[in-house]
């Protein structure tokens, strides 16, 4: 039964990461509208989908369960907003490979904040490996300096900040449901999103391709996300959710002929090894951790 769960696990992990990993063709794909009005139609599409599901779970119960979020729930909401916000206009300021790698680079951040904030212990290999993965973003940038997507760079370090405090608030809210607070998330996409742009009429091509991402590739990604986390370690979601940053990129190269740089590639290749050798060393002190407490 064991076995059957981790493996539950790690399929929900990369069902979700090939959900996720569609949000970059699918904007590459857009016509005419801008990120503003894709932020509103993306956000609300994901909001009215997570409240159809919190109804389901909480029927009558549901205002409780925004009630219980507190005001923890409230920032987590706008971090988790924000970061939402940061990742369409990363994805649209620079190539869906810089982009990606980047924001795949959250997991170690996250590691690095919870040991300064949480006093959560990390290893000493912890910390070389966040180095080495800084070197790897380093070279992201500057070959967005070179290609002129250095904007977009930073959209993806925004995605990696607001996602490290969206985690981090989760994380110190451990006896709190916080899917409501996903679910306001959403609202704060539709908030940002009407004040930028400058109209919200779209082609129906545009509109279709908002609604599918906030509906289907993130409520899913998502989702299947929070449920493995149920079966398998954190180190190991971070370790198998490099399958989104690893194709995204493919997909729009495939699609739209959207092709790398080298320096690219050694960037990207540098940050997926630093993210797995630390989940694989998180891995494994788990495990001898749980040999320990069982012998």
Same mark, same amino acid.
């Given at each position: 039964m064991q076995?059957?769960?981790?493996?539950?696990? %790690?399929?929900? %992990?990369?069902?979700?990461? &090939?959900f996720l990993s569609g949000n970059g063709i699918l904007l590459r794909l857009v016509e005419d509208a801008d990120g503003w009005q894709i932020l509103f139609y993306r956000g609300a599409a !994901?909001?009215? +989908?997570?409240?159809?599901?919190?109804?389901?779970?909480?029927?009558?119960r549901t205002?409780?369960?925004?009630?219980?979020?507190?005001p923890r729930g409230f920032y987590a909401a706008i971090a988790l907003g924000f970061a939402s916000c940061c990742y369409v206009f990363a994805l649209l300021l620079t190539t869906v490979a810089n982009a990606m790698f980047i924001i795949g680079a959250a997991p170690l951040a996250t590691a690095l904040c919870a040991w300064l904030l949480l006093n959560e212990r990390i290893s000493k290999a912890g910390i070389i490996t966040m180095f080495v993965a800084l070197g790897g973003v380093s070279l992201l940038?500057?070959?967005?300096?070179?290609?002129?997507? +250095?904007?977009g760079n930073l959209a993806a370090l925004g995605v990696v900040a607001g996602f490290v405090v969206y985690l $981090?608030?989760?994380?110190?809210?451990?006896?709190?449901?916080? $899917? =409501?607070? *996903?679910?306001?998330?959403?609202?704060v996409m539709v908030v940002v999103g009407f004040i930028g742009?400058?109209?919200?009429?779209?082609?129906?091509?545009? &509109?279709?391709?908002?609604?599918?991402?906030g509906c289907v590739l993130i *409520?899913?990604? !998502?989702?299947?996300? +929070?449920?493995?986390?149920?079966?398998? &370690?954190?180190?190991?979601?971070a370790l198998f959710a490099l399958a989104e940053s690893i194709l995204a990129p493919i997909w729009?190269?495939?699609?739209?002929?959207?092709? =790398?740089?080298?320096? *690219?590639?050694?960037g990207c290749t540098i940050v997926v090894v630093a993210v797995a050798v630390y989940s694989i060393v998180e891995i494994t002190k788990e495990s001898r951790r749980v040999d320990v407490v069982t012998d």
């Open positions: 076995n059957r769960q981790y493996g539950l696990g %790690v399929l929900l %992990v990369l069902i979700g990461g &090939l !994901f909001s009215m +989908t997570l409240l159809v599901i919190l109804l389901g779970k909480y029927r009558d205002v409780s369960a925004f009630r219980d979020i507190g940038f500057a070959d967005g300096f070179s290609s002129g997507g +250095t904007m $981090l608030i989760v994380r110190d809210s451990r006896d709190v449901d916080m $899917l =409501p607070a *996903t679910c306001l998330s959403g609202i742009a400058e109209h919200l009429s779209l082609q129906a091509n545009d &509109l279709i391709i908002a609604l599918v991402m *409520t899913v990604g !998502f989702g299947c996300y +929070t449920i493995a986390a149920r079966y398998i &370690l954190a180190a190991e979601v729009v190269w495939i699609g739209v002929d959207e092709a =790398p740089s080298k320096v *690219t590639l050694i």
